[in-house]
């Protein structure tokens, strides 16, 4: 199978897209060839004589940067290796053209040129640049002149210390601090609250705008539709006094049990109500009344709120009912809006006093965050006066290069925009010293933005190309919208399918941020491909089951459960597809092979019971999986099986460790055996295990006392290594775990192997003599080296 020849539409788009001399806006479907296109664009900048520093390239996260900048110093070695006729041809494919033998020359030294370069060719994510930006500047931008970025685990471990003093400080509080804490512990849970903090922490430039305004209640009750008197206590007093009086509500019950059952539980909420009057408690009841479960009123359609024969007995009854819950109705929503205001100010409140909290541990420490970067910078250069700041940029950056523009947040936008106005304004208006124009580039698509959460806002991307096009015409600089369209990655099938189901106009608004805009459309690369797309039937949970034995651990798998089936029936079509009869192959350099396990990519939408489901059934399917992307060691039982040994062994005197020890795969041991040792027990367990006279538990205790010795003389590494190893720890573990272990033991060995044990002799000594003070002050977790490097291990677990 010969080699697929890229379409002469396609090349010239690239070539447009790559041209030193124009700025240009990329905007490229998945699989499009955008960073190839990216790396052209460099190569093509340095060869028309751009100097490698006055080159920023931004990508948005460092594998992205790594990636990008192997690209290009690839390309720049392989030039310098290659004959004229070789070099001359491979420029020439970028649409670059050689004059002379000067100029392969020159390209052959361009490798040299960009690593001998001072500060080299920039290429970095946006908060790498903010962070640089900060430290030339700290006193332009009011921030620690040697301040250090922490990362997230530390930033998590500061907002919970801001969160526990905030609160601490709420319950001492006699204020609207201890109210706002009290009716938030009302409405969510611990689990909730914590994801609040974090929404807090992601919009708190919005909090802190907000703290600058005085009006932030009333524009809350007017975002609303509230007026400033409509509070919940007045809408709730509403909805009690204001129509039938609660004197009258015994009265309306009396009349409703002369009718139907129907009626009759209407007339038992009006009486629970009753009892509950004057107090807002009586609302939920007195309102069930006139409302379903579900909040639809009562009576709406053909039926009527009382039944038939009551209403013509109790006409008057009728009249009552209906006109008072007709008021209730538009009450009911002005009181949830009312409640929607209440959480807002409330949660307003208290998150101003967590985020002080936080910014005030930032600053004791001369700390930023990654959020804290991006700001920075962008009041750095968007204060009153920053010509300094922009002056010095100026004479450091001719040529900017945005990769995944469509993940490019507001405020990130805005730093962009402020160099790149010095591109287009007087004297910066100038043309590159010794080089091709300045200029901006910039490539996504906006289909593909997956970091809203993060603050990325897909819909500017065509607004800011708007606004670039606008700032270089309007100096005569040439600005190119290229789109790249054809996709080098799927097969024409998969892309036609992808394609009709964006061509459905609701699916279609959901795609593009310009309503008038056409649903874009994909060209396959490979276009005599196959492909073929499965859409399975959804399994559902089965009917309900019984009650399962208590007695199951908590992370029982049950065979019924719909991920498990679901990844069971996936497992088997992974496995048929690898069979050697299956006849399914893959092309690979032009030609076709069978399927390797390499080959299949299984997508999900996070990381939950399926996607662990899927990997165990795989791996029960003998199928090699890489296992999962990411996996969380501190929440993987097997690493705290480890965790627990290595602290038993470091202070076996600690019971409740030693018990989790011994019921884990290491010993073996079931609640029954320890039911039978443990209670009654005169001293400690260890005490009690050594005691004993059963053999399992001597020799449990001569294990113990064998790991307490390797604690002391080996590093974390080569006491684990041995346990999981000779020991037998390691089929111990997977035996009962699964297969899914395997991955967490090694990460946990290699996080081992990075702490290096350097142990006083001093301490080694007296913790083979058995002192049971230094095992404890060694071994508590204090300040000894190896209960200090276990900690260390956990912590980056």
């Known amino acids: 199978m010969s080699e697929r020849p890229v379409g002469a539409l396609t090349i010239r788009r690239q070539q447009a897209a790559s041209d030193p001399f124009t700025s240009a806006w990329v905007s490229a479907h998945a699989g499009s060839g955008k960073t190839h296109v990216l790396a052209q664009r460099v190569l093509r900048l340095l060869l028309a004589g751009a100097r490698p520093s006055q080159i920023l390239c931004l990508t948005y996260t460092k594998a992205a940067a790594a990636n990008m900048g192997s690209r290009v110093f690839d390309a720049l070695a392989r030039w310098a290796t290659l004959d004229d006729a070789a070099l001359a041809n491979e420029i020439a494919q970028m649409g670059a053209t050689v004059e002379s033998r000067i100029d392969l020359d020159f390209a052959r030294r361009l490798f040299a040129r960009a690593v001998e370069t001072p500060g080299g060719l920039k290429i970095q994510t946006i908060h790498a640049f903010c962070e640089k930006l900060l430290h030339i500047f700290p006193f332009e931008a009011n921030v620690p002149a040697s301040f250090r970025v922490v990362d997230d685990l530390e930033r998590a471990e500061l907002m919970d210390a801001a969160r526990r003093r905030a609160l601490e400080a709420a319950t001492r509080d006699n204020g609207s601090l201890r109210k706002a804490l009290e009716l938030v512990a009302r409405e969510t849970t611990a689990a909730g609250f914590d994801a609040l903090c974090e929404e807090l922490l992601h919009h708190r430039q919005e909090i802190a705008c907000m703290r600058e305004q005085d009006d932030y209640e009333a524009r809350v009750f007017a975002a609303l539709g509230l007026r400033p008197e409509e509070t919940l206590a007045r809408i709730e007093a509403a909805i009690i006094a204001d129509g039938e009086p609660p004197s009258a509500w015994p009265t309306l019950a009396k009349m409703l049990r002369g009718g139907s059952t129907n009626d009759g539980k209407l007339a038992d909420s009006l009486d629970s109500a009753f009892v509950l009057a004057p107090h807002p408690d009586c609302i939920e009841s007195y309102l069930a009344a006139f409302f379903k479960k579900d909040g639809e009123p009562r009576g709406l359609g053909k039926t009527k709120i009382i039944t038939g024969p009551l209403a013509k007995c109790e006409p008057q009854l009728l009249v009552r009912v209906e006109a008072e819950r007709d008021r209730l109705v538009t009450l009911i929503e002005r009181r949830k809006a009312a409640a929607a205001a209440e959480r807002s100010l409330a949660l307003h409140v208290l998150g101003d006093a967590i985020l002080g909290e936080y910014e005030h541990a930032k600053r004791r420490r001369g700390l930023l965050d990654y959020d804290d970067l991006i700001e920075g910078a962008r009041r750095l250069l968007h204060r009153s006066s920053p010509s300094w700041v922009l002056y010095k940029l100026d004479a450091q950056i001719d040529h900017i290069l945005l990769d995944e523009a469509q993940d490019t947040s507001p405020a990130q936008w805005d730093i962009l925009a402020a160099i790149a106005d010095e591109f287009c304004a007087g004297a910066s208006a100038r043309e590159a010293k010794g080089g091709p124009p300045r200029s901006f580039f910039a490539v996504g698509d906006e289909k593909q933005s997956i970091f809203s959460f993060q603050g990325a806002a897909p819909e500017r991307f065509d607004e800011m190309r708007r606004e670039f096009r606008r700032r270089f015409e309007g100096v005569e600089r040439r600005f190119e919208a290229v789109r790249l369209t054809q996709s080098f990655r799927s097969s024409p099938g998969v892309l036609q399918a992808v394609d009709d189901i964006f061509a459905i106009e609701e699916n279609r608004l959901g795609l593009c941020c310009d309503p008038q805009e056409p649903a874009p459309r994909h060209e396959a690369w490979k276009s005599d491909v196959a492909a073929l797309i499965e859409i ?64 299949i990519l299984v997508l999900v939408r996070k990381r939950g019971p399926l996607f662990e489901a899927i990997i165990r059934a795989l791996k029960s399917e003998h199928v090699p999986v890489a296992g999962a992307d990411r996996l969380n060691l501190a929440d993987h039982i097997a690493v705290h099986d480890l965790v627990a040994l290595g602290r038993a062994a470091l202070l076996p005197q600690d019971d409740l460790t030693l018990a989790c020890v011994l019921k884990s795969p290491f010993f073996g041991f079931d609640d029954d055996d320890l039911i039978a040792l443990a209670p009654g027990r005169p001293a400690s367990l260890i005490e009690a295990l050594e ?16 790991l307490r010795r390797d604690a002391a003389a080996l590093a974390p590494f080569d006491f684990y290594s041995s346990i999981l190893g000779t020991d037998g720890g390691r089929a111990k573990l997977m035996a009962r775990l699964g297969g899914e272990a395997e991955d967490a033991i090694d990460e946990f060995l290699k996080l081992a192997a990075s702490f290096e044990r350097e142990q006083p002799p001093s301490l080694t000594r007296r913790r083979r003599a058995g002192d049971d003070r230094s095992c404890r002050e060694g071994s508590g977790g204090e300040d000894r080296v190896f209960a200090g490097h276990l900690r260390g291990v956990r912590r980056q677990a």
């Open 691 to 706: 005691q004993s006279e059963d053999a399992r538990c001597r020799e449990a205790a001569a294990r113990l006392r064998r």
């Open 536 to 599: 399975w039937e959804p399994i559902g949970a089965e009917k309900a089951q019984d009650p399962s034995d208590w007695r199951l651990p908590v992370d029982y798998v049950d065979a019924s459960d719909p991920s498990e089936r679901l990844a069971e029936r996936l497992a088997r079509k992974v496995r048929a597809l690898l069979a050697p009869q299956s006849g399914e192959c893959v092309e690979d350099g032009g030609a076709l092979r069978p399927v390797e396990p390499s080959d």
